[in-house]
C-alpha cells in the first residue's frame, strides 16, 4: 500500500512538470473557454512567452494579460468553416503572449476563447515555451492511453478531447 502512495505522489508531481490545457474534454461544436497552464520555466530560466498553435477545425481569440503583449497569426484553413451564417476561409492558426518575465518558481494561466468542431476527436495544441535562457517545444503527440501506449514523453503536446454533444466532460 505504502508503495501506492508513493508512485501516486511522484504521478501527481509530473503531472504539472509540462504545458496542460483545462478542461481536458469539452463538448464538439460548442464555444469553450480553454486554459493553458504553464507550470515551470526552461531548466530554471524564466519563461518569456507562450506561443499556442490552433488545430485544424479550432478557432479562437485569446484573453489579454496583463504584462504581456500578443501575437497573432491568421492563415488560411484546410477546409473553410461555418460560423453564424459566414463561410470562414482563414483564422488565427497561432496566438503568442510575450512578456512577464515568468520565474521559473511559479505558474500561469494563458486563456482563450475557442470554437470546438463539430467532429468529435482528440485535438492536438502545440505549445512553443519561450525563455530567457532556452525553450521547450511542448510537441510531442502521444497515443491515446490504453494499454498499448507508448512511454511518456518529456514534452507532450496538450490534448483536447472533443466529445459528441451530451456526453459527460472529464476535468483535471
Known amino acids: 500500500m505504502k508503495a501506492y502512495w508513493i508512485a501516486a505522489l511522484l504521478a501527481a508531481g509530473t503531472a504539472h512538470a509540462h504545458v496542460t490545457v483545462a478542461p481536458a474534454s469539452a463538448p464538439a461544436g460548442a464555444y469553450?473557454?480553454?486554459?493553458?497552464?504553464?507550470?515551470h520555466g526552461c531548466?530554471?530560466?524564466?519563461?518569456?512567452?507562450?506561443?499556442?498553435a490552433l488545430?485544424?477545425?479550432?478557432?479562437?481569440k485569446p484573453m489579454p494579460k496583463?504584462?504581456?503583449?500578443?501575437?497573432?497569426?491568421?492563415?488560411?484553413?484546410?477546409?473553410?468553416?461555418?460560423?453564424?451564417?459566414k463561410t470562414i476561409a482563414t483564422a488565427v492558426r497561432e496566438i503568442t503572449w510575450r512578456g512577464g518575465p515568468l520565474a521559473d518558481a511559479y505558474y500561469d494561466e494563458f486563456t482563450v476563447q475557442a470554437k470546438l468542431p463539430d467532429a468529435p476527436g482528440r485535438y492536438?495544441?502545440?505549445?512553443?515555451?519561450?525563455?530567457?535562457?532556452?525553450?521547450i517545444d511542448w510537441a510531442d503527440v502521444e497515443p491515446a492511453a490504453g494499454p498499448a501506449s507508448a512511454p511518456a514523453s518529456k514534452t507532450p503536446a496538450p490534448v483536447l478531447d472533443v466529445v459528441p454533444a451530451g456526453m459527460?466532460?472529464?476535468?483535471?
Open 66 to 85: 496583463p504584462g504581456w503583449t500578443l501575437n497573432l497569426v491568421e492563415g488560411k484553413l484546410a477546409t473553410p468553416l461555418q460560423q453564424h451564417g
Open 32 to 39: 469553450a473557454t480553454l486554459v493553458f497552464k504553464v507550470g
Open 124 to 135: 492536438v495544441f502545440k505549445v512553443g515555451q519561450q525563455c530567457e535562457k532556452g525553450r
Open 168 to 172: 459527460p466532460m472529464h476535468h483535471h
Open 43 to 52: 531548466d530554471g530560466s524564466a519563461t518569456t512567452g507562450i506561443t499556442v
Open 55 to 60: 488545430p485544424e477545425g479550432v478557432t479562437a
